[in-house]
């Protein structure tokens, strides 16, 4: 059993700052990349921010500047610092990870939260 865990969304004013963590648990042999993802609503799910087992990190046009992640591979954790919110980021932010359970593998499985709503009003 994996589970992720998202935590610290909430309403903050434009211009505001939220940070996110993220923690997967359970039977947890190895984590490559883990992303935040969000979803507004009416919209598709997009790519924010995703982060290699190396700390290389990719971030959406929208994001760049404004938006840091990182991970702290002792607690199996990312991160997400949100700062200069704009009403546009308001979403449901969700964290995935792909991992092994097991080391006799080759495969990495994507597991998913259950999301953090961020309201960011104007």
């Known amino acids: 059993q994996v589970q992720l865990v998202e935590s610290g969304g909430g309403l903050v004013q434009s211009g505001g700052s939220l940070r996110l963590s993220c923690a997967a648990s359970?039977?947890?042999?190895?984590?490559?990349?883990m992303a935040w993802y969000r979803q507004a609503p009416g919209k598709q799910r997009e790519l924010v921010a995703v982060?290699?087992?190396?700390?290389?990190?990719t971030y959406a046009d929208s994001v760049k500047g404004r938006f840091t992640s990182s991970r702290d591979n002792a607690k199996n954790t990312t991160y997400l610092q949100m700062n200069s919110l704009k009403a546009e980021d308001t979403a449901v932010y969700y964290c995935n990870a792909d991992l092994k359970t097991v080391p006799a593998t080759t495969v990495w499985f994507r597991y998913w939260g259950q999301g953090t709503q961020v309201t960011v009003s104007s």
């Open positions: 982060i290699s087992s190396g700390n290389r990190i």
């Open positions: 359970g039977s947890i042999f190895s984590i490559n990349s």
